[in-house]
């Protein structure tokens, strides 16, 4: 591999495995050697919408022949237009009297909402949960439970991890069938123990993504809206990648009958065409800046080309029925992960997906989990493996057809059955 004289992302940079991406469309990205993958990741889960999407690029190349600068407190109608539709989106409690905080990606949104959370509620602490990432930047990274934060601690004052919701592997030592939902209820009484309160915020993923899809059962979210409210803290839903149809519904809370304080959100916001991302805060607390000064900022604050791609994005989603095709596809996804897990007798291995969201987890050795990785490159199919957490993610462009999902989760299945059949487990 050539030096590079710039840094690759999350690697020893001699680990580093540089990828030239040329084009795509929609499912399909090429490569400088000529290669056609089969998108099963959506690249870093941001392409919602699908490669070589060209009314996005227009809507880019308008913009910015109209208006490529701004000042953070500039009024443009791109701009009004795209806070509307993302609080109507958001539904009841936002589509009226609530505001967007604008932000370039989706650390910097959870950034801002752990600021705007300790500024309305004068508190210091903030639940998040150990499986979880919400983003690199030193809050984001402190309110991460994963790998990421360990060489960065302490981080911030007042971040408390709890345990997940990760049914298949309880860490209460319960059975989903049965349970009390001790995941849920344990938060409420981890903000008792902080000390009555104390907690502004409780940060969660809807459905934990990148750390293995960990979707919780129907009380989840109720319960701890419950204990966020009895308490007074706030409860923000990291929809930085979950949210605009991942899981078949426009965020991933709406599956449940539970209203967030604060939205985040970034990736499928603009389907990697631009760099946004956006907080979108509750009426009730939006309006407490009113009167006080909301102390957050940034000079490219909802960038004129940014507004522009998010808003074609929205309509790019609305006109194909993106989310709807996501929540029919996800079935289809399901099934096939069940196929390859019954591929798969004598291996321990676990199925969970919501909407075109869904994960294999398998215990099989570090050597099993490189064979994967060989046999999808061989395939030329692009998926999220992390052999370390024992996972193959899902997350395709929501435009996917049902014949390419199937295509490529068969071919997936011959990959894994090669790389995991008992004589490749150590
Ligand atoms: C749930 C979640 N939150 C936050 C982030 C951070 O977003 P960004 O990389 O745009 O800062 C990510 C990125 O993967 C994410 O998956």
Known sequence: MPDYPFFFTWSAQQAAKPIEITGGDRAHFTTSDGGTWLDLGALSYQVNAGHGRQRIVEAIKAQADKLCLSSPNAVFPAKVELAERLLALAGPGYANGGKVFFTLGGAEANENALKIARQVTSRLKLISRYRSYHGASMGALTLTGDWRRAPFEPG??????????????????QRVETCKRECATNIGATMALEGARGTAAVILEPVPGANGVLVPPAEYWPIVRRACDADGALLIADEVLTGFGRTGTAFGFQHWDVVPDMITCAKGLASGYATIGAVLVHERIARHFDANVLACGL???????ACAAALETLNLYADEGSFANAARLGPVLRAELER???????????VRSLGLLGVLEVEASPAAWATLGKELAARQLSLHVDGKRGTAIFAPPLCITEEELVGGLRSFGDAAALAFAPGALA
Not at 157 to 165: K, L, R
Not at 299 to 305: D, E, L, Q, R, V
Not at 340 to 350: D, I, K
Request: proline share 11%; glycine share 8%.
């Open 156 to 173: 911030i004052p007042g971040v408390v991890h709890v345990q997940d919701c990760y049914c298949d592997r309880c860490p209460f030592g």
């Open 299 to 305: 000079t490219y604050y909802a960038h004129p080309t």
């Open 340 to 350: 390859v897990a019954a591929r798969l007798p004598g291996v321990t291995s676990f």
